[in-house]
């Protein structure tokens, strides 16, 4: 039997070539009734968090096609108070892969990207901007801001966009180091940003505002660290998608109450949920493909209590004490002091300690096409978490270009995994 969605995908690719302006107008139609229905009619087949949180990102993803000419982009490690508190929509290319790839229809952004020059081993979802940017689906931004964390990718594309776009272009420098040094040095970048993002978008910073969103984004990662302390313990449906949106809390929409009042059902859900019976608890770093049906199929069913997903390294990378009467020693702080930053050991032994906080039984290590950062560290990391006692796989993948998704083979690769963490007391 098709897929709906694939079919939908396709009618929408057919739309592009010559009706950009149709394709551009049914995609954001697409997102607006999206956010209506689970908003409004949300399934009880899905935990209220996820319905409130996907009701809020599909409108914000309709904005974004619709008309992104009033948005700053922005990579996922960019602190957004600053734009949250002067109402500016900040885009991430994580955050638009996802909800495009999801509509089966990012494979023309893909292939534009390589017709632009941009190698077949460039990071997919920067691919996929450059090619909403190219094709005239994203508009034209107010400007373009982005750190030097993590990401080597967004260092090439986002420079060629503001090329493109001919929009100011910030760069964050991030030092290796994690003292209180390297906190100054960032916060004061931050502070420099501000004259050029109100410039940019002929707005002026309300500093006390910016102080209400650090508040704001303290109160929402309070909830989601009780809601980690809860979460080994009990079983609750849908884990990948939730996983996602958990992200875009604490990165792109922390500081907005949209992501305070996720967090705070999430942990409601927690309170509510049952005991856990899934025999196996996974622990997974970096992205995760939920466009992969046959993937979800075994991680995030709602009757699935044979596996379940606890936990992603990048929802919680960045849960540090924030004050909102130093707000931008408090973002600098978050990037800093990211597990992202510095060596990758940092990273590992912050899984390693997450792991055991929600009683994991492994860990899943998915390299995310053209991600440097994960390859790089995959194979010690799996040496260093079996060292530890807890199973992990690597698996290669995509989270948002289908042809590089693996297939059949990831899933027979993942439900081995599994097969083998059941063999384990």
Request: some cysteine; charged content about 25%.
């Amino acid at each position: 039997m098709p897929n709906p969605i694939d079919s939908f995908g396709r009618f929408l690719m057919k739309q592009l070539p010559n009706h950009p302006e149709r394709f551009r107008k049914i995609l954001a139609t697409t997102y607006r009734l999206l956010g209506f229905q689970a908003g409004h009619l949300p399934s009880k087949k899905h935990m209220p968090a996820r319905e409130y949180l996907q009701a809020a990102t599909a409108r914000w993803m309709a904005g974004m096609v619709g008309d992104a000419s009033e948005s700053a982009v922005v990579n996922i490690f960019m602190p957004c108070e600053i734009f949250h508190a002067m109402d500016i929509p900040a885009a991430a290319p994580e955050a638009l892969a996802t909800y495009v790839v999801c509509t089966s229809c990012e494979t023309p952004f893909i292939e534009k990207a390589g017709e632009l020059g941009a190698p077949p081993s460039f990071c997919s979802y920067h691919k996929l901007l450059m090619g909403l940017a190219e094709t005239g689906i994203y508009k034209k931004p107010r400007l373009i801001a982005n750190t030097t964390l993590a990401c080597d990718a967004n260092q090439l594309s986002f420079r060629y966009l503001a090329e493109k776009w001919q929009v100011p272009h910030v760069i964050i420098d991030v030092p290796y180091a994690t003292d209180e040094a390297a906190v100054h040095y960032v916060a004061d970048q931050l502070r420099d940003m501000v004259p050029v993002v109100e410039e940019a978008c002929g707005k002026k910073l309300d500093e006390e505002r910016l102080r209400a969103t650090i508040a704001c984004g303290v109160r929402t990662q309070d909830y989601y660290n009780r809601y980690l302390d809860k979460r080994g313990s009990i079983h609750l449906p849908e884990a990948m998608t939730p996983e996602l949106l958990s992200v875009l809390a604490n990165h792109l929409f922390l500081g907005k109450p949209e992501a305070e009042t996720y967090c705070r059902m999430l942990l409601e859900d927690a309170a509510s949920a049952l005991a856990i019976t899934t025999e196996k608890k996974i622990l997974w770093m970096h992205v995760l493909p939920n466009w992969q049906t046959s993937m979800c199929e075994i991680f995030q069913g709602a009757d699935n209590h044979r596996v379940e997903v606890v936990g992603c390294d990048l929802a919680y990378d960045a849960l540090v004490k924030m004050d909102p009467e130093k707000p931008y020693e408090s973002m600098a702080r978050r990037i800093v002091e990211s597990s992202y930053n510095g060596p990758g050991l940092r990273r590992i032994e912050k899984t390693l300690e997450m792991a055991r906080r929600m009683e994991a039984d492994g860990i899943l290590i998915f390299c995310q096409w053209g991600c440097k950062q994960t390859q790089g560290i995959a194979l010690t990391a799996q040496k260093i978490f079996e060292e530890n006692g807890l199973p992990a796989l690597v698996l290669d993948g995509d989270g948002c270009d289908r042809t590089n998704g693996g297939g059949g083979q990831i899933v027979t690769r993942a439900q081995a995994f599994l097969e083998q963490l059941e063999g384990r007391r």
